[in-house]
Structure formats: C-alpha cells, structure tokens
C-alpha cells in the first residue's frame, strides 16, 4: 500500500542537529496531519493542514516546524530536539469536506534523539 | 477526565474465544466514532467506523451507546491474527468544525493477544 508514504523510516539525530521528515500522500487529499506516538500514550495531534493551510497547532514547541508546499505533500523540520522528542512520527491525511472521513496514515519516521 | 478513555490490557485471549472492549468519551457533541487497528511498530489502519445503529463485519461488531457516551468492538473466534492494539476514536466535534478537517482524538489502545 502506497497511499501515504514518509521518509526516512527510522532517524537517529543528536540534539544539535537539523533534520527533515517527509510525507507524501498519492490519495488526492486535502488534509495532511502530524502525529506524535510516544510509549504508552494515544496519538498526540501536533498540525493539521487543510487546503496547505495550518489549521491547528496544538502547542507544538517551536523546535518542530511544519511545512506544507502544496496538498500533497507535507515535511516537519527538526533542529535542536529533545531526547524526550524520542518518538514514532505519524503523518496522515483526510479528504476535505468530503462524505469520507477517515484517516489514512503513512508508516511513520522512528525517531531517535540522542 | 480524558477526552477518550480505553483499558490499555492487555486482553490475553485464547484462540476461538469472543472478546469485548469499551471506549469511553467525554464529549457528548461528538459524531463520529472509528475503530484503528495498530500491529507492532506499524501505522494504524481503520477497522470500521461506528455507527447509531450498530454494525458488524464478519467477526467484528461495533456499537454506540449516546445516552452513556461510549462505544465497543467485539470480537468472535478470535484468531491469531487478530493480535494488535485496538485504537478508539472519536471526531470530537462534530463531522466538520469550522476549520474544515477532520479533528479526531485517539484513545491509548486496547492491546489484544489471541493466544493458541
């Protein structure tokens, strides 16, 4: 299944260094979504993009910043993490406005903060 | 209280046997309702939505219960495979808020093992 993918799948990064997720969905929506997936706690919503929009932030600190060039694509830039930033990061995308309202997610980047 | 409640397990279950999990939210504008299902190290993936009246497939049964503001998933014969973390969901305010989107909260998971 190709329908979201991301890039790289697994990301071993010190605290200094500046780093790049990529999400790419082939699904034709409008919606894109960054999650956060920590051991032993739900799926923490970060951004959301609607129609390349940011639509929600939900006190993402500022060391993740989003990047949404057009409806297909979506990166969240990295530098000066944390190792508690230590996660599995989820993309996923929605249609917008649409009957369906399911989310689709990409494998994920695992990554590690040393 | 959590906006989305589920017992994390794990639910240790033999092979054949029927098995049920609760999902508790807080929200009671909330309308729409999805089960995920997430294999180890993998992405969540829908199972089914959940709908007023109840629906099933095949093995899998979901239901809703407004007046007490929680849904369940059940599981008959269960079968080795069926081994994962069952992920509640629930679009917290409404099919559409103003934004446009989506907006859903997940629950922490049910962990299932089926066990031969």
């Known amino acids: 299944e190709t329908g979201v993918t991301q890039t790289p799948r697994h990301l071993v990064m010190g605290m200094t260094n500046k780093k790049s997720l990529k999400c790419e969905q082939h699904?034709?929506?409008?919606?894109m979504y960054w999650y956060k997936q920590s051991a032993k706690k739900p799926l923490e919503l970060m951004f959301v993009?609607?129609?390349?929009?940011?639509?929600e932030n939900n006190s993402v600190p500022s060391r993740f910043s989003p990047e949404c060039p057009n409806s297909s694509h979506l990166f969240l830039h990295l530098h000066t993490l944390q190792p508690e930033d230590s996660a599995l990061y989820l993309c996923?995308?929605?249609?917008?406005?649409?009957?369906?309202?399911?989310?689709?997610f990409g494998p994920g980047t695992r990554l590690t903060v040393l | 209280r959590k906006e989305v409640e589920q017992d994390p397990g794990p639910f240790n279950v033999p092979e054949g046997a029927t098995v049920a999990f609760n999902c508790t939210y807080s929200?009671?504008?909330?309308?729409?309702f999805f089960w995920y299902r997430q294999d180890c190290r993998k992405e969540p993936k829908l199972l089914m939505s959940?709908?007023?009246s109840g629906n099933e497939d095949g093995r899998f049964t979901a239901q809703l219960n407004r007046a007490s503001q929680y849904i369940s998933l059940l599981i008959r014969d269960s079968k080795l495979s069926d081994s994962a973390t069952y992920l509640c969901?629930?679009?917290?305010?409404?099919?559409?808020?103003?934004?446009?989107?989506?907006?859903?909260?997940f629950g922490i998971g049910t962990k299932l093992q089926v066990i031969p």
């Open positions: 996923a995308s929605s249609q917008l406005a649409g009957e369906s309202d399911t989310q689709y």
């Open positions: 699904l034709g929506h409008n919606a």
């Open positions: 993009y609607s129609l390349e929009e940011r639509v």
């Open positions: 929200n009671s504008a909330s309308q729409s």
């Open positions: 959940v709908y007023s």
């Open positions: 969901v629930v679009n917290e305010e409404g099919a559409q808020n103003s934004g446009g989107y989506q907006k859903v909260t």
